[in-house]
């Protein structure tokens, strides 16, 4: 079952400085519209390439096409789908060079066959001079800051460092409409930073990438991480800065607690495959690929433990947010907490967390036994508890050098220089987890309770 998305009329507002992109489904005629908001864009429109302002605008569009296309609906596997989009170009002959490089990276992303052609741009897009505060500051370096507990250590690792005193850090965020947490948590972070460090860093300013739409959108955000990238790789042409993806190596290879969790369970938003695959795509249209994960090797909790300022960090933690299921509080026993406490972004961050004083609110324990509305439906066999489960039966099995390289390899992960030190990773990564348990309570117990 292919999916053809028809790209139609477009326009640019310049007194709300907004792009508008009309979609639909050419077989169902269902109809959406990218909301694009981004203040700054005209101003970086008129230092940026083509070619960047192009990789902004495709990944707004994957990112979008990606919300409007429903799994269940448009699959046949109940899982991938196919789908053909014709993308709207400045530099066509260029990105057609990318082509097959492009496809590998958004089907490795997001876990479907995309067909990618491009046709020329009509958009109009108005420039504007640069704020003198892009150009006369130096931007060392360029964050993705997403209002989690990884991306706010990258910020603080940077800020603290000895050898950038004297330099200043460009933050890049994104806000969808649907998700208006992280926006939130994004804006508590920056303002509770010491006023040192906030007068050394730039936050480009809201932007929004909304899908306006009337079917039943996707909800997974799998192609997240390239509006993220997008953005960044747009703000970082003028220098060619180098970009940072702050991010815990045990999330970035999401191993997968169970064979069953390989595939729909398992994002790729940060992979070192993903990562890789995105830089040739950049390289071909001879873009900045300085794209980096300097935690890649590193648990949560050792980067916890290793940021460079960790009283500034213990005071500022409570604010960030790790949840992946932040809005789903009927169940929860604590439902003013901030967390659920029991998905395994919750889960790791518990972890992570032991060696210092964790004020995060929590809905749940992991040692929780009951859950629904009447109390009487046991947790570890409810759809809250899945997650719970699965970790238990990861921790309950043995584990070889081999096995860890099998399913590393499953994953797509292919470079051998860097076999060793995931495996190493691995092994950590269960290691803190079930250190948790141990403190929480008896594993032994729970994986029995659990029919494991």
């Given at each position: 079952?292919?999916?053809?998305?028809?790209?139609?009329?477009?326009?640019?507002?310049?007194?709300?400085?907004?792009?508008?992109?009309?979609?639909?489904?050419?077989?169902?005629?269902?109809?959406?519209?990218?909301?694009?908001?981004?203040?700054?864009?005209?101003?970086?429109?008129?230092?940026?390439?083509?070619?960047?302002?192009?990789?902004?605008?495709?990944?707004?569009?994957?990112?979008?096409?990606?919300?409007?296309?429903?799994?269940?609906?448009?699959?046949?596997?109940?899982?991938?789908?196919?789908?053909?989009?014709?993308?709207?170009?400045?530099?066509?002959?260029?990105?057609?060079?990318?082509?097959?490089?492009?496809?590998?990276?958004?089907?490795?992303?997001?876990?479907?066959?995309?067909?990618?052609?491009?046709?020329?741009?009509?958009?109009?897009?108005?420039?504007?001079?640069?704020?003198?505060?892009?150009?006369?500051?130096?931007?060392?370096?360029?964050?993705?800051?997403?209002?989690?507990?990884?991306?706010?250590?990258?910020?603080?690792?940077?800020?603290?460092?000895?050898?950038?005193?004297?330099?200043?850090?460009?933050?890049?965020?994104?806000?969808?409409?649907?998700?208006?947490?992280?926006?939130?948590?994004?804006?508590?972070?920056?303002?509770?930073?010491?006023?040192?460090?906030?007068?050394?860093?730039?936050?480009?300013?809201?932007?929004?990438?909304?899908?306006?739409?009337?079917?039943?959108?996707?909800?997974?955000?799998?192609?997240?991480?390239?509006?993220?990238?997008?953005?960044?790789?747009?703000?970082?042409?003028?220098?060619?800065?180098?970009?940072?993806?702050?991010?815990?190596?045990?999330?970035?290879?999401?191993?997968?607690?169970?064979?069953?969790?390989?595939?729909?369970?398992?994002?790729?938003?940060?992979?070192?495959?993903?990562?890789?695959?995105?830089?040739?795509?950049?390289?071909?249209?001879?873009?900045?690929?300085?794209?980096?994960?300097?935690?890649?090797?590193?648990?949560?909790?050792?980067?916890?433990?290793?940021?460079?300022?960790?009283?500034?960090?213990?005071?500022?933690?409570?604010?960030?947010?790790?949840?992946?299921?932040?809005?789903?509080?009927?169940?929860?026993?604590?439902?003013?907490?901030?967390?659920?406490?029991?998905c395994m972004p919750c889960t790791y961050r518990k972890a992570s967390l032991l060696s210092i004083k964790d004020q995060t609110t929590y809905g749940d324990d992991i040692n929780k036994k009951l859950t629904g509305r009447n109390k009487t439906t046991p947790f570890l066999l409810s759809g809250q508890g899945q997650d719970l489960k699965a970790m238990l039966d990861f921790l309950g099995i043995k584990l070889s050098d081999e096995d860890i390289m099998k399913e590393l390899t499953i994953g797509g992960v292919d470079n051998d220089d860097?076999?060793?030190?995931?495996?190493?990773?691995?092994?950590?990564?269960?290691?803190?987890?079930?250190?948790?348990?141990?403190?929480?309570?008896?594993?032994?117990?729970?994986?029995?309770?659990?029919?494991?």
């Open positions: 079952m292919e999916v053809e998305i028809i790209i139609e009329d477009s326009n640019f507002s310049k007194k709300d400085k907004k792009i508008d992109i009309r979609i639909k489904n050419s077989k169902t005629n269902e109809e959406g519209v990218i909301k694009i908001n981004f203040p700054e864009f005209c101003e970086f429109a008129s230092v940026s390439s083509s070619t960047a302002i192009d990789f902004f605008l495709i990944s707004s569009m994957i990112y979008s096409i990606d919300r409007f296309v429903n799994r269940k609906l448009n699959s046949e596997d109940g899982w991938s789908r196919n789908i053909k989009v014709v993308l709207p170009v400045f530099s066509k002959e260029l990105w057609k060079s990318s082509i097959d490089e492009l496809q590998q990276t958004l089907s490795f992303l997001t876990g479907d066959y995309w067909n990618i052609d491009f046709k020329d741009s009509i958009i109009e897009i108005p420039t504007k001079i640069i704020s003198l505060d892009y150009v006369d500051k130096f931007y060392k370096q360029v964050n993705l800051f997403s209002g989690g507990l990884d991306s706010l250590i990258g910020a603080i690792d940077f800020l603290a460092s000895p050898s950038n005193k004297q330099e200043n850090l460009l933050l890049v965020s994104h806000f969808d409409s649907q998700m208006k947490g992280p926006n939130y948590d994004q804006n508590i972070l920056i303002s509770k930073l010491p006023t040192e460090y906030q007068n050394r860093i730039k936050r480009v300013s809201l932007v929004e990438v909304t899908l306006k739409s009337t079917n039943n959108k996707e909800k997974t955000f799998r192609s997240r991480s390239i509006l993220f990238l997008g953005i960044a790789v747009l703000v970082s042409d003028m220098r060619k800065t180098p970009i940072i993806v702050p991010e815990n190596g045990s999330v970035s290879l999401n191993f997968p607690l169970s064979s069953s969790r390989r595939g729909a369970c398992s994002t790729r938003t940060t992979h070192p495959k993903f990562i890789s695959l995105l830089k040739k795509t950049l390289d071909k249209v001879n873009l900045n690929s300085d794209i980096e994960n300097p935690y890649e090797f590193q648990t949560k909790g050792e980067m916890v433990k290793m940021c460079l300022n960790t009283s500034l960090l213990k005071q500022m933690v409570k604010f960030s947010n790790s949840c992946g299921k932040r809005g789903h509080v009927i169940n929860r026993d604590n439902r003013n907490s901030s967390h659920c406490g029991v860097k076999f060793g030190n995931f495996i190493s990773l691995i092994n950590k990564t269960r290691k803190e987890l079930r250190d948790l348990v141990d403190k929480s309570c008896n594993i032994q117990e729970r994986r029995k309770m659990a029919g494991l």
